[in-house]
């Protein structure tokens, strides 16, 4: 397949895996984009020519150096001696301790292979490893130890496994050389990316004082910046680029570069460009692991002289002696601890345990295993190279399968499993407890209902004869956003009487239109062709809503019916007989009568003596009335406002509902309401808002 149909193919079918995952909560989505890796291997025949060289630079060094970003650096310099350890240490004793015991339990696989093996299987994917023990409540001093090791343990563990590698190869393993090399590649990628970070950022702070500020600009060079440091520390240094990009990145996270201050929107704009990155290319990554998994898997499976079903014990054996090690590891450094501080983490074996399911691993092992060659340097074929990719392959799906399996039924509390290429959903339903404990704090969809009611309010407090027309259509869209989050926020048991009584009172306002149409016709204030026209509308909106009641759709198909209802009503006026511009003010003036006449009977229906208007919800009926009020303006004939003036008028009212929606924020937080994460959230939504609100301007007075 051509490169470009294989870039959209992977990048669509990130999407899709993202959409499956809101669906499929309790499969993480990497292993669903390993599915349609997988899926699309097998059914289409895709293929990757995968080569280690552009893998690397093309994927890993991006994701490494955004990690280093992302990090806590207060956390990171606290435990930078345990981190270390762990990234050097725990790394060390996997690859020699984890290679001896493969080759003890699988002794078709030489010793030098089982340690290749071993290293390239002991890094760990940061995001999952944080968002995993985030969602089991581990430690604080735990989860920032696991988080900041498998941020470090990239380049140790690939480190290793190059080492192991050419032992295998040449069958000759050198320690003074190796040892030397080790230190040569490790200490100089860390000063080449440190060097080189430092380079950059002082040329941007340069550029910066010159006047050469552009967003754009800055946001393409700060994504550029891991590649070419990767390149650089590879190319021109023969050093670690693995080093230098996470150097790099963790400087960078340091400096800062006073962006906050200096350039808020190049902050903002970079995060969320950073974001869209990521995103692609570890979804990429994992569906190119499930597109290599047949040329991994199928020379075991079809192989006469390995049966299928040890290779598979093979890799819970192997999975089994990662998952020992880490374990132990874990349970003897919060033994040190505890012999140290008494009063500090107390040794666990289940937060043991749930540290060492929580090294899911990913796109370093699947790189680097691929670069195994298929011979060796006396010319015959390289020991046991199918089973081992066959392993590698199987413990990375295996654990992410027991990561999202078994993890849950050991946490006190399970939140939704991620790596870096998820898109979980904002943390709107989690209720928060204020400080004593006791106030339920509103959840982000709640307060976003407050703030909307705030801005309504606003509106009405500011609707004037000469501005009606904008302010009812400004109220009705703030009113459907405040459905939809109503909507979005209840439960099935708790939309449906709200569902029931919203029809209700819309049925009624429909009877009061169709009693007032029939009226009009019967004392011929519009002609029979006109109200004719208008009573098929009603019945066909009466219909649209009992469909959506009782058979929900989806909203844009629902859409396209109306908007093809409407083209037909169009077309159907353009070919009426007689004068249609005659026709069109006639239904106008029918429209005007009827919603009068559909307010009228809402508010004669709730005054009968069996109708307790209690029990209807207060934001459904202000809704239909605010629509039809909104009807009537937009009926009115003698429309003197100008489309300027209009506009005018709605950014005046857009304005000042924002403020107020400002200052409900500032309220809630204040009263303790909401937590300083939703505020922020609700601020930078506001945020958007106006600037888009402010666009919209520019690019109005620009025509």
Wanted: net charge neutral; hydrophobic share 50%; with cysteine.
């Amino acid at each position: 397949m051509p490169i470009i149909e294989l870039v959209i193919l992977l990048a669509c079918l990130v999407l899709l895996s993202n959409v499956l995952s809101h669906y499929l909560v309790a499969i993480p989505v990497s292993l669903i984009q390993v599915g349609l890796g997988l899926g699309v291997a097998l059914l289409l025949n895709v293929q990757v020519k995968l080569q280690t060289d552009w893998f690397m630079l093309v994927f890993i060094a991006p994701m490494l150096y955004n990690d280093g970003r992302e990090f806590p650096k207060q956390e990171l310099w606290e435990l930078r001696g345990a981190i270390f350890a762990n990234a050097i240490v725990l790394v060390f004793i996997t690859t020699i301790l984890g290679g001896f015991l493969i080759h003890v339990l699988i002794p078709t696989i030489p010793l030098a292979v089982g340690i290749a093996l071993a290293a390239i299987l002991s890094p760990t994917d940061p995001i999952a490893v944080q968002s995993i023990s985030e969602g089991v409540k581990l430690p604080k001093e735990i989860l920032h130890l696991v988080s900041g090791e498998s941020l470090i343990n990239d380049a140790s563990g690939l480190i290793g496994f190059k080492y192991a590698l050419a032992a295998a190869v040449t069958g000759t393993f050198v320690l003074s050389k190796a040892i030397g090399d080790f230190f040569y590649i490790s200490l100089v990628g860390l000063a080449v990316g440190l060097a080189l970070i430092t380079v950059i950022q002082l040329i941007r702070d340069i550029l910066r004082r010159e006047g050469i500020n552009d967003i754009v600009f800055n946001v393409v060079l700060q994504i550029t910046t891991p590649f070419a440091i990767y390149f650089i520390a590879e190319e021109w240094f023969h050093a670690s680029g693995v080093v230098a990009v996470v150097a790099a990145g963790v400087l960078a996270h340091i400096q800062n570069s006073h962006e906050s201050e200096d350039a808020p929107e190049l902050r903002l704009v970079t995060e969320r460009v950073w974001n869209v990155v990521v995103y692609l290319l570890n979804g990429i990554v994992f569906l190119i692991l499930g597109i290599e998994l047949p040329v991994a898997t199928q020379a075991t499976i079809k192989g006469a002289h390995t049966n299928t079903f040890h290779a598979v014990f093979d890799v819970l054996i192997v999975w089994g002696i990662l998952l020992l090690i880490r374990v132990a590891w874990t349970y003897a450094y919060m033994l040190f601890n505890w012999l140290r501080h008494h009063k500090k983490v107390k040794p666990s074996l289940r937060i043991a345990a749930l540290s060492g399911l929580s090294g899911v691993r990913g796109a370093i092992t699947m790189a680097g295993v691929f670069t195994i060659p298929t011979v060796i340097a006396t010319g015959e074929a390289f020991p046991e190279r199918s089973l081992v990719l066959f392993i590698a392959a199987g413990v990375i799906i295996l654990s992410l399968v027991a990561a999202a399996a078994i993890l849950p039924l050991m946490a006190s509390k399970s939140l939704p499993f991620v790596t870096r290429g998820s898109s979980p959903d904002e943390d709107d339903t989690v209720l928060a407890e204020d400080a004593d404990g006791g106030l339920q704090q509103l959840t982000y969809k709640q307060a976003r209902i407050y703030i909307l009611q705030l801005a309504v309010q606003n509106i009405e407090e500011h609707r004037r004869p000469e501005n009606q027309r904008a302010a009812y259509d400004l109220i009705l869209d703030q009113q459907f956003q405040i459905r939809r989050l109503e909507v979005a926020s209840q439960t099935a048991d708790e939309l449906a009487p709200m569902l029931t009584d919203e029809l209700q009172l819309r049925l009624v306002a429909l009877n009061g239109e169709r009693a007032a149409v029939r009226e009009l016709i019967t004392s011929k204030k519009t002609t029979k062709l006109a109200g004719q026209v208008y009573l098929r509308r009603i019945d066909r909106r009466e219909q649209r809503f009992l469909q959506a009641t009782h058979k929900p759709g989806l909203p844009t198909l629902r859409s396209l019916q109306l908007l093809f209802n409407r083209a037909m009503q169009g077309i159907r006026l353009w070919l009426a007989p007689g004068d249609s511009d005659a026709l069109r003010s006639e239904l106008l003036n029918i429209q005007r009568e009827a919603s009068k006449a559909a307010i009228k009977a809402l508010s004669q229906y709730l005054k009968q003596a069996n109708v307790d208007e209690q029990q209807f919800d207060r934001q459904a009926l202000y809704h239909l009335i605010v629509h039809y009020r909104n009807r009537i303006e937009n009926a009115k004939n003698d429309h003197t406002l100008s489309r300027d003036d209009y506009e005018r008028q709605l950014h005046s009212l857009r304005i000042k509902s924002l403020g107020a929606e400002r200052a409900g924020v500032q309220h809630l937080l204040e009263s303790g309401q909401i937590s300083l994460r939703t505020a922020a959230k609700l601020r930078q939504f506001i945020n958007y808002s106006e600037n888009l609100l402010m666009l919209n301007d520019i690019e109005a007075d620009d025509e």
